[in-house]
């Protein structure tokens, strides 16, 4: 029996482990291996193996507390994750349960991707300030201790190039959310 599926499967977000194996020289960024125990006992590990830098396998997460055996033993069996992009199911090494499952997943992916919100993109302004009254710190500081005034939001004005930006990106965003939501409110009620 191999210990820690559970651990393994919910770290990877996957619903059971793979049963395409390895074919011990492609590379992949996430596999599942199996790892003998100092007690004779199996677990499974996460693994990964890029074949330009990599020999062998490499471990990247274990779950057991007991050591498990390395060396001349090694990681006996691997069995590769694919990659979540892959949207052929039909394709995927997983149970009929599974492949089920990955099909309704493929399938509300592709309803939001073509709903009306997901054609609705925030276009980032081109002043790197997000806004187009806004010219330097100055102006950006006085901008957010306005904004934080009016919308009764307490803490410092930030002070450096860089926290000043990311402050104004969150305002930015803030207020096209908001506008967002007004958009589709009054959708809703035509």
């Known amino acids: 029996m191999v210990h820690k599926e559970n651990e393994v499967c919910q770290y990877l977000g996957i619903p059971s482990i793979p049963k395409k194996k390895w074919d011990g020289k492609s590379s992949f960024k996430r596999g599942v291996g199996i790892v003998d125990l100092l007690s004779g006992e199996q677990a ?3 693994v990964t193996f890029d074949s330009e830098k990599d020999k062998d396998c490499r471990v990247v997460k274990v779950f057991s507390l007991e050591q498990f055996k390395l060396g001349n033993f090694g990681i006996e069996n691997v069995f590769v994750v694919p990659d979540y992009m892959d949207t052929d199911v039909e394709n995927m090494d997983f149970d009929e349960k599974s492949k089920e499952a990955a099909r309704t997943l493929v399938n509300e992916a592709l309803d939001l991707e073509n709903s009306d919100t997901a054609g609705s993109k925030v276009e980032l302004p081109k002043n790197e300030y ?23 939001i307490r ?21 096209n959310s908001k506008s967002n939501k007004s958009t589709t409110i009054k959708r809703k009620r035509k």
Do not use: C, W
Not at 133 to 152: G, P, R, T
């Open 44 to 46: 499974y590990v996460v």
């Open 130 to 152: 997000y806004f187009d009254n806004i010219h330097d710190d100055e102006e950006a500081q006085a901008f957010i201790k306005s904004y934080n005034q009016s919308n009764k």
């Open 155 to 175: 803490g410092k004005v930030p002070t450096t190039h860089e926290a000043i930006i990311m402050r104004l990106s969150v305002i930015y965003s803030d207020i």
